[in-house]
């Protein structure tokens, strides 16, 4: 608790982090309240989280100096331009409306800080002053032999409400009261002149205040003048008192507590909101804070008002030190291992901490907090895509395939839900986004893709997209692929990225068409019949699309070299769209070839290579030919030249493949025949992605 928790920079040997590295990062990460709030009433139990704290209330003062400063340059620079250049009328109009807009904010804010610190901490430094004086001659009378117990006892009890109220010591008092009148109530030069008179009290919260960002500091709502002060106070407050609230008791014991008598209803002092333990009413002093519950104010039951119920001290001080907190823009992730092994879950903890080096997240045990981005607009992208879709984006994003492989990812949401993240939806999202440019951050660099339906494909260059678009506006496309993964319906979330991406990464796309299919068929293994119908239908829709794709290849070429290209891809598509009868696919084949028989061109066979862009699919066939009794290595020839395998397709393999699956018991119904039909259409117009943005397809569903 001490040396680690509630340190500041916990224990840098054993990798254990402090506030510096919970705290600060979760006030830089994520936003807690929209419109900020005031300074923390929580239990201080060490010198270093009051040296935090203070750190963050300095850092609020230099934020709000900052802006004001930087404004009053803006000033300056405008009524210079305005006295110096010779500008139109239009544009002397627009600088004059602009500088008198400035100078009244500037004004308006000097003001407010100004008089708010004169009368509040002013105020508090004339009533300390005061309460130390009839201290002083409290102590002198309590010194006169003449005093009766009666009277003593009367004394001392006024002297111990005295002390209570007091925050400084008489030589801080004085010394503020002297500061107070040099810098005429102005709370910034105020806090400059100790700062140059006083560096050792300082020294020790500059170095810790560097790391609070504008976010950070823009959690406290110091646009009030009252809350700024309040936060001048405060950090007095911590940086010259010593903590005096003693460690709070485990929440775990070994001890079993026993049950005891309460008031009913939820209005009551007598226990903690949080954890339900007993509290003594007389004593009751910590309240829920926007640190512990996502709404601190609750309207409870036996209440006559809204208010914020009171907790026990180990509830809120643990939820200071915690960074888990549930926001409309925090993904909370837990990863948990596959196997269960002791190392397995080392593992998960060594890696957490690793990407919360190199990447700005917050982790806590085996929880990953990741905060969301906003749009230009100010709208959450978690909430416009959707929490779960998101999480499923952004964590798909940040881990590699390994770890998306070997650890279970849960989702937590509000009121603690746990949402489980399936590892092949996790998996072949991060293959889709990989392969379609689909990024998280914006990036302005080229990626290398390749170009479709070459036997050697060939690197092109082209933007990525993004979850937040370059106009800052979330990438719904994504999500709407995202939410078909889920359905694992993995031919049309391939399809709606393609569509719209003239680009593709394709060998990637090919192994991670592979990874998702062994990996969906491993989750079949004593699951619902509904999911192993899903992985059926994929694996029959890959070995079709390697018969079809190969005879669509060889026509794409004939077609390319005697039409133009607008022709030559409208014939294609129409070859595509033949596909839900194999004879009415093989007759347009051959009809299209009768033209160019001179050419001494053959009809009866295609070649099929296997190419790292359609491996996958070359594999599935080959296992469909081999399980309608043909004989593959009759089939299957090595390229002399590229020593890649090959597979010569007959015209009578397109009748026996299509009678196997008519009479296959899956495909029976129509609409499960359609069902097929329908993905393999999706699965070949994202192998040929130049007709998506041409051909409008009887088949594509909305």
């Not at 509630?6 to 990798?15: I, R």
């Not at 802006?67 to 009053?72: A, D, S, T, V």
């Not at 130390?132 to 004394?155: G, Y």
């Not at 002093?285 to 009171?310: C, K």
Request: hydrophobic content about 35%; some cysteine; charged content about 30%.
């Amino acid at each position: 608790m001490q040396e680690i928790a509630f340190s500041a920079y916990g224990d840098t040997k054993h990798q254990l982090p402090g506030l510096v590295q919970t705290f600060i990062q979760m006030l830089n990460s994520v936003t807690l309240s929209g419109r900020g709030f005031s300074t923390l009433d929580v239990p201080i139990l060490t010198n270093e989280q009051s040296n935090v704290l203070a750190a963050w209330y300095f850092a609020v003062v230099r934020d709000v100096g900052e802006r004001q400063n930087n404004r009053q340059k803006q000033i300056y620079l405008l009524e210079k331009e305005l006295a110096e250049f010779d500008l139109d009328d239009k544009t002397r109009r627009a600088k004059t409306k602009e500088l008198q807009d400035k100078l009244a904010m500037q004004d308006k804010e000097t003001l407010k800080y100004t008089e708010y610190f004169r009368k509040s901490f002013g105020r508090s430094l004339e009533e300390q002053n005061a309460a130390l004086q009839e201290l002083r001659q409290l102590e002198t009378r309590l010194l006169q032999p003449s005093l009766t117990k009666v009277e003593q006892r009367k004394l001392q009890k006024q002297q111990g409400k005295l002390k209570e109220t007091l925050i400084f010591s008489q030589g801080s008092t004085q010394q503020k009261l002297e500061l107070f009148k040099q810098s005429e109530g102005d709370p910034f030069k105020f806090v400059r002149l100790d700062e140059q008179q006083n560096p050792d009290k300082f020294k020790q919260i500059y170095k810790i205040a560097k790391n609070f960002t504008k976010i950070a500091t823009d959690q406290i709502n110091s646009t009030r003048g009252d809350i700024f002060t309040q936060c001048i106070r405060e950090m007095y407050r911590l940086l010259e008192t010593e903590p005096n609230n003693s460690l709070p008791q485990p929440l775990l014991t070994e001890e079993p507590i026993l049950g005891e008598m309460r008031s009913p209803g939820d209005d009551s002092k007598e226990f903690c909101y949080s954890c339900g333990i007993k509290l003594d009413p007389k004593n009751a002093r910590w309240q829920v804070l926007r640190f512990m519950f996502e709404r601190p104010s609750q309207r409870r039951q036996s209440a006559s008002s809204e208010g914020r119920p009171h907790i026990c001290a180990s509830c809120s001080a643990l939820a200071f030190a915690s960074p888990l907190k549930v926001t409309d823009e925090s993904i909370i992730l837990q990863l948990k291992s596959l196997s269960g092994s002791t190392i397995s879950e080392l593992k998960i903890k060594d890696y957490l901490r690793m990407l919360t080096n190199k990447e700005m997240h917050l982790s806590a045990g085996r929880y990953l907090i990741l905060s969301s981005e906003r749009t230009n607009t100010g709208e959450i992208a978690s909430q416009k895509m959707g929490q779960v879709q998101y999480a499923l984006a952004k964590a798909a994003s940040i881990f590699p395939v390994e770890v998306l492989a070997d650890f279970e990812f849960w989702l937590i949401t509000q009121g603690s839900q746990k949402i489980l993240l399936a590892n092949r939806h996790l998996i072949l999202i991060k293959g889709l986004m990989d392969s379609y440019g689909q990024s998280i951050i914006n990036a302005d660099k080229d990626v290398n893709m390749t170009i479709l339906g070459k036997r050697r494909p060939k690197p092109r260059k082209r933007p990525l997209q993004s979850i937040i678009n370059a106009d800052k506006d979330v990438n719904m496309t994504l999500g709407d692929a995202i939410r078909y993964i889920q359905q694992d319906l993995p031919y049309l979330a391939d399809y709606i990225l393609a569509k719209p991406t003239n680009y593709s990464n394709v060998v990637e796309t090919e192994k991670n068409r592979k990874k998702y299919w062994e990996m969906i068929r491993e989750s079949t293994m004593n699951k619902e019949r509904q999911l192993w119908q899903k992985a059926t239908l994929y694996e029959d829709v890959a070995a079709l699309t390697g018969l079809t794709y190969a005879f669509a290849q060889s026509f794409k070429r004939i077609a390319s070299e005697c039409l133009s290209k607008e022709d030559a891809e409208r014939e294609l598509s129409k070859l595509i769209e033949k596909v839900e009868d194999g004879h009415a696919f093989f007759y347009f084949f051959c009809d299209y070839y009768k033209p160019f028989e001179e050419v001494n061109r053959t009809i009866t066979k295609v070649q099929f290579y296997r190419n790292p862009d359609c491996s996958f699919i070359y594999d599935r066939l080959k296992e469909l030919l081999a399980k309608i009794e043909v004989s593959i290595s009759e089939r299957e020839e090595i390229d002399k030249e590229t020593q890649q395998a090959r597979l010569n397709i007959f015209a009578e393999d397109i009748t026996r493949v299509y009678d196997h699956f008519i009479h296959k018991k899956e495909y029976l119904a129509e609409k499960d025949w359609k069902n097929l039909t329908y993905n393999l259409k999706l699965s070949l117009y994202t192998r040929f992605p130049e007709l998506l943005t041409k051909a409008k397809t009887k088949s594509e569903k909305k």
